[in-house]
C-alpha cells in the first residue's frame, strides 16, 4: 500500500493526458497542448516524459529508464524509484525485459518489439521555435505547412559548415506533413524512428504530447545534394568493441588521452558478458583489479 | 434517476483505467488490431467496451453526445453520474456515441481546425460483431495491412481526405475494440 494515487498522478490529470496521447497518435507529429501538471522534480528533469509515463503505465509493466543511453545517471535513477514507490512497477535495466521505456535523448541500440513502448523526455517539442520564438507564428506554420525556413537553416549549415552541422535535434517530417522535433536524440538515432513499438513525447514544461504510431514514416530532412547522414565518432567502442553503436568520448586524463565508450549501457555490458572485448577492456579489467 | 445509473463503474478506478487505456491506445496505434477492453457494467444497450472507453476518457471536460439507442435516460444518467461529462448536441461533443446509422451525418461533428486539429470529436461506433476480416487498412500504425469489419468505406476515405483534421473512431462490441484514426486509408 502506497500514500499515493496509482501513478503519482491523479485520475482526472491522467485522464486528460490520455486524451492528448490519443489525439497524438491520431494525427502523428502534431504537438498536442495539455496541461502539465507540477511534478515533484525541477523541469528540464524529465517532467514531461513522467506525465506520460504515469499515464501509461499498468502494475503489469517493466520499467526502464534511459538517460543519453545509462541507467545508472541521477535522472535515470531517480525516476526509476519515483515509480517503484508511487506505481510498484517492476524496473529493469534490461532493453529485452522492459515494457515501457523512458528515455532521455538516446534510442536504445537494441531494436524495440511491438509490445514496447518508448517515451521520450522532451525539453523545446517546437522544431522552429529557434527560427521563430511566437508560438502564435509557428502554430500557423505548421497550419499553413510553411517548412521553408527549416529548410534554409539547414542550407545556411552547408554554406557555413560545408555539411549539415545539426547532429542532434534533428528535424524530421512525419507521413509527409508535420516536421518533428524527434527531442535531442543524435541523429544517430533518426533512422531508428521508424520502429515497431509506440512512441510518445512528453514536454512538460512547454505543456506538449505527440507521438508516432508504429511503422510511420518519419524522414530526416535533406536535399538532393546533402542526404541526410546518420553520423557517429569513427571508433569502436573500447570496451566491447562495438563498432555499430553510438559512441561518448571520455577524456581520461590531463594529457588529453580519450576513450570512446557505448552511450547505451545496457548494449555495451551485454556485449562484453557476450565477450566481445574492446581496446581498451583489458586496462579496464586490471585497473578494477 | 434509477439506481441501475448508479452502479457499474470501475471497482478499481485507477489500476482499470490504466488496463483500459492500454488496450485503447493500442487499438488507435495499430489501426485494425482488435483489443480486449473490460471492466464498467453500463445499462444495456451498451457495450462493456464503450462503457469502459467512456469511464476511462470521458469527465466534465469532454462533453458527450448519445444518438439511437444509446439516447436514453438511464444511460445520459449513467454517464453524468460516473463521469460528470455534459450530455450535448453533436455539434459541441468531443465524444460521440451511437450505431453507426444513428451517428450519421458525419458533418454534424467537429473535425478540428487547420491550428489545432486535436479539437476533434472521437466517434464510439457500437457494431453487432468486430473481425480482423473486410476492407483492407493502411497507414501508420500499420506493418503492411490490415483488415478489419467496417460498416462501410466511403465515409473513411471521405475522412482521411480532411488529413490532418478529421475525426477518429473507436469501434466496440461486447469487451472488444478496434479503432480508425484519420490517417489511416481504407480501401475495398
Known amino acids: 500500500m502506497t500514500d499515493y494515487n496509482f501513478a503519482y498522478l491523479d485520475e482526472q490529470t491522467k485522464r486528460m493526458i490520455r486524451r492528448a496521447i490519443l489525439k497524438g497518435l491520431a494525427i502523428p507529429g502534431y504537438q498536442v497542448p495539455f496541461a502539465s501538471r507540477e511534478m515533484p522534480m525541477p523541469y528540464g528533469w524529465g517532467t514531461g516524459g513522467v506525465q506520460v509515463s504515469a499515464a501509461t503505465l499498468t502494475p503489469d509493466d517493466t520499467l526502464k529508464v534511459i538517460d543519453q543511453g545509462a541507467d545508472d545517471t541521477t535522472n535515470a535513477v531517480s525516476i526509476r524509484k519515483f515509480f517503484e514507490v508511487t506505481a510498484g512497477v517492476t524496473t529493469t535495466e534490461n532493453t529485452t525485459e522492459a515494457s515501457v521505456i523512458q528515455t532521455r535523448h538516446r534510442i536504445p541500440e537494441a531494436e524495440l518489439r511491438d509490445d514496447q513502448i518508448l517515451v521520450y523526455q522532451v525539453p523545446i517539442p517546437e522544431p522552429l521555435r529557434f527560427l521563430e520564438p511566437r508560438e502564435t507564428e509557428t502554430r500557423k506554420m505548421h497550419a499553413l505547412e510553411e517548412y521553408g525556413l527549416m529548410h534554409v537553416k539547414l542550407y545556411e549549415d552547408i554554406s557555413q559548415h560545408g555539411a549539415i552541422a545539426t547532429s542532434y535535434a534533428y528535424p524530421v517530417k512525419v507521413e509527409g506533413r508535420y516536421v518533428m522535433d524527434p527531442s535531442p536524440i543524435p541523429k544517430f538515432d533518426n533512422p531508428k524512428l521508424e520502429m515497431s513499438a509506440i512512441q510518445l513525447f512528453g514536454a512538460g514544461r512547454e505543456q506538449r504530447i505527440y507521438a508516432l504510431p508504429p511503422y510511420t514514416k518519419v524522414e530526416s530532412l535533406d536535399f538532393e545534394d546533402y542526404p541526410f547522414e546518420a553520423t557517429k565518432a569513427d571508433h569502436a567502442c573500447d570496451m566491447c568493441g562495438a563498432e555499430n553503436s553510438y559512441l561518448d568520448e571520455v577524456i581520461m586524463d590531463d594529457q588529453g588521452s580519450r576513450m570512446f565508450v557505448c552511450s547505451d549501457t545496457d548494449f555495451c555490458a551485454g556485449r562484453q558478458q557476450a565477450g566481445h572485448l574492446g581496446a581498451l577492456a583489458a586496462v579496464n579489467a586490471e585497473d578494477a583489479a | ?188
Open chain 2, 1 to 188: 434517476m434509477q439506481v441501475q445509473a448508479l452502479e457499474g463503474a470501475f471497482a478499481n478506478a485507477p489500476i482499470e483505467n490504466a488496463v483500459a487505456f492500454r488496450a485503447a491506445m493500442n487499438a488507435l496505434a495499430r489501426p485494425g488490431q482488435i483489443e480486449k477492453i473490460s471492466g464498467a457494467k453500463p445499462p444495456a444497450p451498451l457495450s462493456v467496451a464503450a462503457g469502459s472507453l467512456i469511464l476511462m476518457l470521458c469527465d466534465s471536460e469532454t462533453p458527450v453526445s448519445l444518438s439511437g439507442p444509446f439516447e436514453t435516460a438511464v444511460i445520459r444518467d449513467w454517464i453524468i453520474f460516473h463521469t460528470g461529462a455534459q450530455i450535448v448536441t453533436p455539434d459541441k461533443a468531443v465524444f460521440a456515441i451511437g450505431t453507426w446509422q444513428s451517428l450519421a451525418p458525419l458533418s454534424q461533428f467537429a473535425i478540428g481546425t487547420a491550428q489545432y486539429p486535436d479539437r476533434s470529436a472521437t466517434l464510439i461506433v457500437e457494431c453487432d460483431e468486430l473481425k480482423p476480416q473486410g476492407a483492407t487498412l493502411t497507414g501508420p500504425g500499420i506493418k503492411d495491412a490490415a483488415q478489419l469489419s467496417l460498416p462501410e468505406t466511403q465515409s473513411f476515405q471521405d475522412n482521411a481526405k480532411l488529413f490532418p483534421l478529421g475525426l477518429d473512431f473507436f469501434f466496440t462490441t461486447g469487451t472488444q475494440v478496434a479503432a480508425l484514426p484519420r490517417t489511416t486509408k481504407v480501401d475495398h
